[in-house]
């Protein structure tokens, strides 16, 4: 009998379920990056998601054209709040718009064309990326050779990124294929007026809701200087000269080890993995990316004034959601960087789930819940339906897909994924997210839900009740 009863017709998603428990050894043996069982209505994104929502996409000052049809770059556009200090980064979108005569006749023309224009329209742009998809790959357009003429065309790097949907079996493929892609490319090609020793890049921070002026004042206020972003609010212009960082810390280690591990085998750049989400793990990324430069001492002084400044309004929000259990699903890595923030606000982590998490994920989140946590890898719908009105969580922390279902089940929900205020890094960052779970939690809204909801005759909450 299938874990769930929603999965009674597909029982490979069986795999993909675990419950922590004992004779385990300690190891996370649950099935993830493998292809999506056909019926299985997964929430995952394509390569071109991954690659132009998440990495190519918050580079402030690149014009970022999809070539393909115009429903793959739908979504390119105002979904992710990956802001920046740019006027036309989050204002606009590009796509080549291929139609039916140019998939017979092929789009090679008509990209050169969308790349000149677009550049002649925004002549403030330091570089186009382009973003291929399924149907400019499976035609066989050349996109690198468009690349390369538009390149001396319009004296700009035009950089073509291989991330066509099908390449891989979620959004994680594009991750890859950006980094490999920004560093094949722009890595070490120009160097920097001043080559500071004490400098960093941040690595898988993408800016979310502006999550970086949470925590950059804090790495600057020991005295560091940081090179690049990868890829939040970052220029062209920074991406190029980001070799010359002595160390790279690593936000996201799903979506930015690559472009850290090409730096260390072709540069010697060495990297620390850190979680700048909670305070504890934010002290430890400020100590540990200290401790490399011997700035130990400052870097103490930094958190004790910090953490001073925010404990009052965090000791305020941990009485509030003490006790709370949750059900965490995120892309990837936030599901384990979260565990640990939660329970300092003494919270529990009673699920977990990732869309797109590697075999590395789903070891750590073991790592992080108790005995009896439900982790399941890439849930549908209807699992995540079943889960929530069997698990009972107080709190639903997903994204913006999964709102709805929530909503509609009257769970307290947090978007996890885009925020609700925001940003959630850093120190203050986590007095605002205490505030809007607090929030989602107080809300009589999910009362009201939960009197007025008739189950449907014969449904899920009826079986499941
Ligand atoms: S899977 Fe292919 S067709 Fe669909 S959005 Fe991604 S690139 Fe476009």
Redesign the pocket.
């Known amino acids: 009998m299938a874990v769930l009863k929603c999965d009674a017709t597909i029982p490979e998603r069986d795999k993909h379920i675990l419950i922590k428990g004992e004779g385990q050894d300690g190891k996370c043996s649950i099935a993830c990056n493998s292809a999506t069982t056909p019926g299985d209505m997964t929430e995952r994104g ?4 991954g690659c132009r929502g998440v990495v190519g996409g918050p580079v402030q000052d690149a014009i970022q054209l999809t070539h ?2 115009i ?2 770059a739908f979504f390119s556009w105002g979904y992710r709040p990956h802001i920046a200090d740019s006027d036309f980064h989050m204002k606009y979108t590009f796509v080549s718009d291929m139609d039916e005569s140019n998939v017979v006749f092929g789009g090679e023309k008509k990209l050169l064309q969308s790349i000149i224009e677009a550049n002649e329209a925004f002549p403030e742009a330091k570089g186009v990326f382009i973003y291929n ?3 400019t790959a499976l035609i066989g357009d050349d996109g690198k050779d468009v690349a390369k003429i538009a390149t001396e065309k319009i004296g700009k790097p035009v950089v073509f990124f291989p991330c ?3 390449r891989g079996v979620s959004q994680s493929a594009g991750h890859h294929v950006g980094n490999e892609t920004i560093f094949k490319n722009l890595v070490g090609t120009a160097e920097p007026e001043e080559d500071s020793a004490y400098s960093i890049n941040i690595l898988g921070d993408y800016n979310i809701k502006g999550d970086l002026r949470t925590f950059e004042p804090l790495f600057e206020a020991i005295g560091l200087n940081i090179v690049a972003r990868f890829t939040g609010n970052v220029k062209v212009d920074e991406l190029k000269v980001m070799h010359r960082a002595k160390l790279n810390v690593i936000h996201c280690a799903r979506s930015a080890t690559y472009v850290a591990d090409m730096m260390e085998t072709k540069y010697g750049t060495p990297s620390i993995n850190v979680t700048l989400w909670g305070i504890e793990n934010m002290s430890k990324a400020l100590r540990d990316t200290a401790a490399f430069f011997g700035l130990e001492h400052e870097a103490e002084k930094v958190i004790k004034r910090e953490v001073a400044k925010v404990m009052p309004k965090i000791e305020y929000y941990r009485k509030r959601l003490a006790g709370k259990k949750v059900f965490i699903y995120q892309g990837g890595p936030r599901a384990w960087h979260w565990p640990e923030l939660l329970a300092e606000l003494g919270m529990e982590t009673i699920g977990a789930a990732t869309t797109f998490g590697h075999a590395d994920d789903y070891q750590k989140i073991y790592e992080k819940v108790n005995d009896g946590a439900f982790i399941i890898d890439n849930p549908n719908v209807p699992e995540l339906e079943e889960i929530l009105l069997t698990l009972k969580p107080d709190l639903f922390i997903s994204g913006n897909k999964e709102k709805y279902v929530a909503y509609k089940l009257g769970v307290p929900f947090v978007n996890g994924h885009t925020y609700e205020t925001g940003p959630y890094a850093g120190f203050s960052g986590m007095v605002n997210f205490a505030r809007d779970m607090d929030k989602a939690l107080s809300a009589p809204v999910w009362k009201l839900v939960k009197d007025m909801a008739q189950p449907v005759p014969g449904g899920l909450e009826e079986e499941v009740a």
Request: charged share 5%; with cysteine.
């Open positions: 394509c390569t071109y998601a393909g049809p429903g793959c998809t399924c149907t066509e949907g099908f």
